[in-house]
């Protein structure tokens, strides 16, 4: 009876998420997490405080990811507006008239440095125009930009699935350095296989082939530093590799390496380098502040990481909430039980860099207050609904995690690991595929699945390490399926009615991807 209450509430998720008339994100992860909260109440016999202390520590944990989501949104609309993103469109469509150079250059390195920088599906929603803008068929390109949008997503938005999706298991930072590096070796070997699939969609056998040599050197141009970042950082990878990817990339199509000769004649609208830098400026920009603020030798990083107390304030039996010098909001001992939970104001990556960015973007690009209006009212529309989604899954993370050994989540990793025993290595990555499927996030789905597979590791004597990196990947590579991502992307390029078509299509890719994480985990990284 305790598995099957364990298990009921992540089986019913999964229904309302892929039924005919699918239940949105933002109702089904409240509606499961109340659910998990009545099971903890009940049949589990949890404490009532304990619950409820942990009910508030969800909803504490939920502003990190939420507040990153704004500040990305913000800045895209930001780019929008200004005309920052039509700029680039026009110089990017320029740099070479090869059809396979641009979906690389656009679709490949670009979006992967943008994943790099803030994640959340915005890669898609931002390369995925400007690839119809250049005259490619709009479904086409959807299916495209969801596949692309794969290999970089684990350590998207800053390593936001990696540092925060596994902070629940309270791993020590080698443990997680090492899964960090597991988890790019596996993308690093599927990114061979993957891009190549995506053009598939687009473009045919034989103009792939004449062009292949472009491909593989901008491929490898964005993972080989992705690859050896992660071996000493688990927050840039995907973001320097995507900048010198998109550098790369870009030279090489200039010089026309690998690429097959067209015989397009149009003259292309050159883009003053005023313009460009200009246009540019804020994306350079973010990246400058991301990388000052995260390299720790350059001491900021321990500067809006100081925990030393600023003042705190009794709350009475709601807890004691307390200030850092570097502003980390903390409640500690929350209804007396023991549980604590707190936010990073300077360091998670919202306030600095994004709305730094876009505030120091709007006085650059003269913006007027309807316009600034208008950026930040849009973002906060479109900021409720991940809000509620991810509250949700918070507070069904911790609820599951409630009872030690006898949790949720202990309950089903044994049962799992008996099922299956050495053999889980084979499935580990669908598991975290299907996170992403239901929840639109990788984040998520680590935060959800995490402290399962660590649970299964641990019971069947496979490495803990190895086993979290599988479900990275597959958070990761669930993203091709999400719903929410496939919806967000046909919005985006206005096709309608197309999303049943799109997910029969990804999930093909989706699947080898897993077989080449199993294949990758058992042949050379056990």
Known sequence: MALTLSLFPIVLLIYLMVKRNSTPSFIALPLIALLVYVLQLTYFDQDFMLVNANVISGIIATQTPVTIIFGAILFNRMMEISGSINVLRRWLSNINPNPIAQL???????????????????????????????????????????????????FG?????????????????????????????????????????????????QEIRKNLLFIYLSIVSCTVPYLLLASVNYEFPA????????????????????????????????????????????????????????????GLKALLNDATTWFSVSLGQFGQFEVSRALILSLKNILGQGVSDSYKTLYVPSLIPFIV???????????????????????????????????????????????????????????????????????????????????????????????????????????????LALQSVGGAMGNMVCINNVIAVCSVLDVKNQEGTIIKKTVVPMFIYGVIAALVATLILS
């Open 104 to 154: 690389m250059i656009i679709g490949w390195a670009f979006a992967f440095m943008i994943e790099g920088a803030s994640g959340f599906g915005t890669p898609a929603a931002i390369a995925a125009p400007i690839l119809v803008g250049l005259g490619f068929n709009p479904i086409k390109v959807a299916v495209f930009a969801l596949v692309m949008n794969s290999v970089p997503v684990s």
């Open 157 to 205: 938005a800053v390593g936001t699935p990696t540092w925060f999706g596994f902070a629940p298991l309270n791993l020590d930072d080698e443990t997680l350095m090492d899964i960090g590096y597991k988890t790019a070796f596996i993308h690093f070997i599927a990114g061979f296989v993957i891009p190549v699939m995506a053009l598939r969609f687009v473009s045919s056998w």
């Open 239 to 298: 973001l320097v590799g995507g900048a010198v990817g998109l550098l790369i990339s870009i030279l090489l199509a200039n010089q026309g390496i690998g690429l097959r000769k067209t015989d397009s004649q149009e003259a292309a609208e050159r883009v003053p380098f005023v313009t460009l830098f200009k246009a540019m400026l804020p994306t350079l920009l973010l990246i400058g502040i991301l990388i000052v603020t995260r390299i720790h030798q350059l």
């Open 357 to 467: 960015t876009v505030l120091i973007s709007l006085a650059l690009f003269k913006l007027n207050g309807t316009q600034s209006k208008s950026i930040f009212f849009s973002t906060f529309q479109q900021t409720k609904k991940p809000f509620f989604a991810l509250i949700g899954a918070l507070i069904m993370v911790k609820l599951m995690l409630l009872g030690g050994e006898n949790s949720m989540v202990q309950t089903i990793g044994r049962d799992f690991a008996a099922a299956t025993g050495s053999n889980w290595t084979y499935f580990s990555a669908y598991l975290g595929a299907i996170g992403s499927f239901f929840s639109g996030s990788n984040t998520v789905s680590n935060l959800t699945f995490g402290g399962i597979q660590y649970s299964i590791a641990q019971t069947t004597a496979l490495s803990v390490p190895l086993i």
